[in-house]
């Protein structure tokens, strides 16, 4: 590791508490929450972070982060000369604040001591719900060449996305000149319009995509982001107080990025990009050797696919399939179980944290209780089945696609998007129609 990659400090947010995103969120913070098969939401920053040679990484948390501590703990070891360490900071009352994290800027805030204490040039804040792959050298290399004070990385998208972000303006030189965060109106969003040229003489293809919105990843001088967090009145958020307020104060650059990028903070943008991954050509590929996501190692067996029929789809390690089994876009976690003569359609199954034994499965069978996961001679489509579900033989799901969100008065599923959720250790008795 070189001197210059050695003066970053990573900061990744944790989130709050996931709401749109329930019920996966329901018993673990969103940076834990599946993803992929086998990797959890955290393990996307991590792995950018170290690929873009920056080892000393902090995780702010607070919601349900037990899964999360845990994952981590057994997941990122350096050794213990190169000085490189992913640790947590979850909230906590101190002397100073007794409050949970109030938003971004204040989450940053309350663990200031940790940053002046690590004597780094820069800070690089990221989020902890995103899938994307970037090599933060580039950002590092536009904030250095820039002289910023704060650089901030932008994507362009199109009209229809903008109420969903912070959008920003810049000049010529590509600093920031403007602020305006998740604009609902055309008199709000006209003044960041971004002309065809300007986004194509920076060697990004416009494709009809004119705004340029804040990807909630932030690299700042460390002097800098101690001043704004110190100034008063305290700011909260960096989106809707920080910027807009030091705009005019602050030297904020923009480094443009063009790969996929999505925020996985809602069920329906969850489904999909899970689902996309099974696609022939997936728009975020976990099998390049570029830039390898990291997860923790599970050791465990190779699936077992017995005269099951799969197209376009994603199958985890340690996982059973029954005979006459039909999978069509689905992407199936470690360690599922599912019966024969199936149809599942564009379903994501977490999977499950064990395994059941014979004698286990007998006992259930004999009961009339579901084994881990899927039982004989079951349909389901267009639904998320969190992990530990245990959904009964010959059960029908249905596609809820148009309906409204709903709890079912048990808690054993819900629609949220239109989309069917099995939330974690949930049962579906035999014979159940959703």
Known sequence: MSSKERTVLSLILGGGR????????KLRAKPAVPVAGKYR???????????????????????????????????????????????VLAAMQTYEASDWYQGTADAIRQNLLYIKNEGCDEVLILSGDQLYRMDYRDIIETHRKSHA??????????EEQTTGFGLMRMDDGGRVSSFVEKPKTDAERKPYYTPKDWIEDRGIPCNNRHYLANMGIYLFNTDVLIDVLSERPLATDFGKEVFPRYVGQKKIHAHLFDGYWEDLGTIKSYHEASLALAQPNPPFDFYTPEGLIFTRMRNLPASR??????????????????????????????????????????????????????????????????????????????????????VGSHVTIRSAKGKPDSDSPDGMWCVRDGIVCVPRGAVIPNNTVI
């Open 18 to 25: 996931g709401t749109r995103l329930y019920p996966l969120t």
């Open 41 to 87: 939401l955290i393990d996307i920053p991590i792995s950018n972070c170290i690929n873009s040679g920056i080892h000393r990484i902090y995780v702010l948390t607070q919601f349900l982060s037990v899964s999360l501590h845990r994952h981590i703990a057994n997941t990122y070891k350096f050794d213990m000369f190169s000085r490189g360490y992913v640790e």
């Open 149 to 158: 004070d704060v650089t901030i990385a932008a994507i362009p998208v199109n």
């Open 305 to 390: 696919i017995d005269g099951a029929t799969l197209k376009q789809c994603v199958v985890a390690d340690g996982c059973r399939i029954g005979e006459g089994t039909v999978l069509n876009r689905c992407l199936i976690g470690v360690r599922s179980r599912i019966g024969q003569n199936c149809r599942l359609t564009d379903t994501v199954l977490i999977g499950a944290d064990r395994y059941e034994t014979d004698d286990q499965i007998a006992r259930n069978d004999v009961a009339g209780h579901p084994s881990l996961n899927i039982g004989d001679g079951t349909v389901i489509e267009q639904a998320i089945l969190d992990k530990d579900c245990r």
